[in-house]
């Protein structure tokens, strides 16, 4: 199955760990050909942010069993238990709180993505 | 950007609207390949299903307007603010409660998504 991005994040604090907290303002740039999309989406208190967690590329799809949060004092677990980017679909999920829309950006808050993440899909959240 | 199945989800009630509330059980069935990463999986209360809306073949991409839960009655919106399976990269997301695990297999209780949809991963939710 293919999909492709519709858009990039754009999060100046996060270039570290995906599991921390996003709580700073972020960017959503939305393609111009996606950008009808966004029509009345100023008025959603949150949104389901779908992202591509680039930053493991090529995707480690084997990966099974993680140390939580990236911590190899944590006990191994099963991927699909933990928000790990080390998956077989590394597709990211994060909600936020929508501040505004400016075209076809929209300024939120809460985003836990990494900066320069390929958008995916937008969601009621 | 390329994505495959890990698995097929068997919700023998869901044949109609995605949009409707998912309540009886449902099962998630995990390929074998991919079922070490369900270790641990059963002490989660909650998780989070991302699948594909199959239904919706080949995917009506280019859909930016919809009319919310598919009523012809409700006004137009832009399909980022809505759970409309027609959207550029048709991926669905339903939070589900665990059951229990029988083997590579998850029961699971309130899973919103279709009979037969490609399991694409499973989160800490």
């Known amino acids: 199955m293919?999909?492709?991005p519709i858009g990039v994040i754009r999060n100046p604090t996060k270039h570290r760990s995906?599991?921390?907290?996003?709580?700073a303002e972020a960017r959503i740039e939305?393609?111009?050909?996606?950008?009808?999309?966004?029509e009345g989406i100023e008025e959603s208190a949150n949104?389901?942010?779908?992202?591509?967690?680039?930053?493991?590329?090529?995707?480690?799809?084997?990966?099974?069993l993680v140390h939580p949060r990236g911590?190899?004092?944590?006990?191994?677990?099963g991927v699909f238990s933990t928000r790990s980017p080390r998956r077989p679909n590394p597709i990211?999920?994060?909600?936020?709180?929508?501040?505004?829309?400016e075209g076809n950006v929209l300024v939120v808050e809460g985003l836990?993505?990494?900066?320069?993440s390929p958008l995916l899909d937008i969601k009621k959240g």
């Open 112 to 116: 836990d993505a990494m900066d320069g």
């Open 18 to 23: 995906p599991d921390s907290e996003g709580t």
């Open 2 to 4: 293919n999909i492709s």
């Open 30 to 38: 939305v393609r111009e050909k996606f950008a009808g999309g966004l």
């Open 71 to 77: 911590n190899p004092s944590r006990e191994l677990r």
């Open 47 to 64: 949104l389901l942010i779908l992202y591509w967690m680039h930053l493991n590329s090529p995707p480690d799809r084997k990966v099974l």
């Open 92 to 101: 990211g999920i994060t909600r936020v709180k929508v501040l505004k829309r």
